[in-house]
């Protein structure tokens, strides 16, 4: 259970305690109505300095509990990009490539190549099994909308190839796959077949979701100026932040 999860039990005891209070000196009033007066003060104080006390404690624990949280909050990760990603790969084509193009990441930690598309990726899965990482992330699909033209269904065929053939050459590592990037306005309507390529995305994730593999889905990092001056690759200070996003996703 979270410290949030607690702090809202804590805060439920807390309300049941004084609504019980309430009822009972509800109570004792209308019993003085109903029998003789009887003197029930010190019965009452009893109850009261009890009482007080449990409200006191719940408000000791409250607080522990949100310095506790504060603490988690400050607590910053100072590890450098290449170290999150020691024991990682990020496998694709040229926008992937701009990870050791730009030195964001150390070059043991991509395996990418321009043009790459799924239906050619045997040099690539050869390198990543070399390298042997304990996670991966997969980032095609922008050459394969090119390539496949529309037909998802031979797009989803090639992506699973590749994650069964992963599966079997690096057994023991962890597979995710990075959704599609959008590209540029002008590039859309520049290219046809990337006005197909949310439902590229739509596919991606469905065939993820039946394969049992996480999704990482990067379409809400984009804004137009990130975007190079072709609309579709990506200028340095956008790695960090599409670094970040998968760290996030895999628990680096």
């Given amino acids: 259970m979270d410290n949030k999860s607690k702090r809202i039990m804590v805060?439920?005891?807390?309300?049941?305690?004084?609504?019980?209070i309430v009822i009972i000196i509800a109570v004792e009033a209308v019993g003085d109505?109903?029998?003789?007066?009887?003197?029930?003060?010190?019965?009452?104080?009893i109850i009261e300095h009890a009482e007080a006390a449990k409200v006191t404690a719940i408000e000791t624990k409250i607080q522990n509990l949100e310095e506790q949280e504060k603490k988690e909050e400050e607590a910053e990760d100072t590890r450098s990009i290449k170290e999150i990603f020691?024991?990682?790969?990020?496998?694709g084509d040229s926008i992937t490539a701009g990870f050791s193009e730009y030195d964001i990441l150390n070059a043991s930690s991509v395996v990418a190549e321009i043009g790459a598309g799924l239906d050619g990726l045997g040099e690539q899965i050869k390198k990543l099994k070399?390298?042997?990482?304990?996670?991966?992330?997969?980032?095609?699909?922008?050459?394969?909308?090119?390539?496949?033209?529309?037909?998802t269904d031979l797009f989803i065929e090639n992506y699973k190839s590749v994650i069964k053939e992963l599966q079997k050459e690096v057994p023991n590592t962890k597979i995710f796959v990075n959704s599609i990037f959008p590209v540029s306005r002008q590039e859309r309507e520049?290219?046809?077949?990337?006005?197909?390529?949310?439902?590229?995305?739509?596919?991606?994730?469905?065939?993820?979701d039946k394969q049992q593999i996480?999704?990482?889905?990067?379409?809400?990092?984009?804004?137009?100026?990130?975007?190079?001056?072709?609309?579709?690759?990506?200028?340095?200070?956008f790695y960090p932040i599409w670094a970040k996003r998968m760290a996030e996703v895999a628990s680096l």
């Fill in 11 to 20: 805060i439920a005891g807390t309300a049941f305690a004084a609504a019980l």
């Fill in 190 to 208: 520049r290219e046809p077949a990337f006005q197909q390529l949310d439902e590229y995305n739509k596919v991606l994730r469905e065939m993820c």
């Fill in 86 to 91: 020691t024991s990682a790969v990020v496998m």
């Fill in 130 to 151: 070399e390298i042997n990482p304990q996670v991966v992330f997969l980032s095609y699909g922008m050459n394969d909308i090119l390539s496949t033209q529309g037909d």
């Fill in 214 to 237: 996480a999704y990482v889905d990067n379409t809400e990092l984009v804004s137009e100026q990130y975007y190079e001056e072709d609309g579709v690759h990506f200028k340095p200070d």
């Fill in 33 to 45: 109505l109903t029998r003789k007066k009887v003197d029930t003060s010190e019965g009452l104080q």
